[in-house]
């Protein structure tokens, strides 16, 4: 059975750490992202987009953690749970999006590759530590 309380503070805890290690990529990319959007004649991203996007990290903390305990009974190995539930959602989450960016011509492939592969760091990590802080006293 599913511990509804460990499983909310596990995937609240991911979605955080998504979102810090998100805010690492905003001085590697600089302002590369602004000169796309500007490039199609759009402001900079704006607060509301910005909380928009921490939305997203949060809903994907609590999706990664999710799918971790669902599959973890399945392998012998809690850390091979973890990164698997994480490919997983970075591939239906990040990888098909940014490859869809990159389809339509909205983005540039360099940015986009950057940005998808610094995405895998961020599921990885936040879903290993939710793992072992829903592991905690079970």
Do not use: H, Q
């Amino acid at each position: 059975t599913i511990d509804i309380k460990r499983f909310i503070t596990s995937g609240l805890v991911a979605g955080v750490i998504i979102i810090i290690i998100g805010f690492g990529l905003v001085p590697i990319i600089g302002n590369e992202m602004n000169d796309v959007l500007k490039s199609f004649s759009l402001p900079p991203l704006s607060p509301a987009a910005m909380g928009f996007f921490a939305f997203v990290s949060m809903a994907n903390g609590m999706a990664v953690t999710g799918l971790y305990i669902l599959i973890e009974p399945d392998f012998k190995s809690k850390m091979k749970a973890a990164f698997v539930a994480s490919i997983v959602l970075w591939f239906i989450s990040y990888f098909l999006s940014g490859v869809a960016l990159v389809a339509y011509g909205f983005m540039p492939f360099k940015l986009s590759a950057f940005g998808t592969s610094w995405g895998i760091l961020e599921v990885v990590i936040a879903c290993i530590v939710s793992s072992k802080l829903y592991s905690i006293n079970k």
